[in-house]
């Protein structure tokens, strides 16, 4: 009897090691099929797959009146590797009403200041365009640009450009014939690390993020770097007692340059703008006021030639430092400039219904 207990015994634990062992076996195939499968989806090309994207932060007065030129430009881009901000003054919102575009709509900023030129109010701005910017991880680059922009080149070919190289693109050079900067910034600014340039700069995100963390020379230039008191301002300011004496700082040409040089970034900046400007010192007739802001261009100016010379520009000349930069892209010989300001809404119209822009689908016609 015990023996034929014993062989009952055996032969239950036979076949359960049976089983384990087919379960083993089996379960061995399916996760090799389940790795091959993984291995073959993640070596194709998937429509899903979240790319690096560019940020572009407009800064406006109050809507964007180069709407549908950026609509073009935006819907030339398949992939979904840009995103939008738009800093207006407080209370302004983009619905139907005050932009054409889908790409614009709801894009303003819910906790947007009121700017005013020439102030530290600008810069501001700037950090709180890309405090919000930064909340998306995918974001990797960060264009500024002002209402009165437009793009030269098509959507693609400005990602490759901006997307090659991993340094900002900040216009910054040595400060040395103006006598901006003020004394009183010392030592927490030294005058070796003065910088002067265009707001309009690209950042990396490394370089965003300083900025935006910035609380050692933001609150130098609100305190210290401020717009020469001009008599149109005085009722709303105390008349200065001796005007030349005054300090003509205007922040936003000096800030992002100064930060990056300060914390000892410029080895990591291509030392240029992508954003061209025209500066006519003629064209003011007030001595003090001259080249204050670039030449604006209206619609007769708007011509398949104008945007032509801005593109076959290839190096910049910096007369403080004795510097000509020479532009390159991928290491190679490439256009100085990805954009252009300032036009007005009839000149960036009529430069879009003649294809001069190179920046959206040809059958685009505005009236």
Known sequence: MKRKQKSQYKWKRNLFAMLLLGFCFGSLVLLQTQYSRIRMFASMPSPFLQRPKIAFLFIARNRLPLDVVWDAFFRDEKENKFSIFVHSRPGFLLNKATTRSVYFLNRQLNDSIQVDWGEASMIQAERILLRSALLDPLNERFVFLSDSCIPLYNFSYIYDYIMSTSTSFVDSFADTKEGRYNPKMDPVI????????SQWVVLTRKHAQIVVEDDTVFPMFQQHCKR?????FWRDHPLPADASKEH????????VQTLLAQEGFEEEITRRSLTHSSWDLSSSKDRERKGWHPLTYKFSDATPMLIQSIKDIDNIYYETEYRREWCTSKGKPAPCFL????????????LLNMSALGAFHGETRIS
């Open 339 to 350: 954009f252009a300001r300032k036009f007005t809404r009839p000149a960036a119209l009529r």
């Open 248 to 255: 003509n700082c205007i922040p936003d040409e000096h800030y």
């Open 190 to 197: 030294p005058v070796h690390n003065w910088r002067k340039g």
């Open 228 to 232: 020469k008191s001009l008599p149109e």
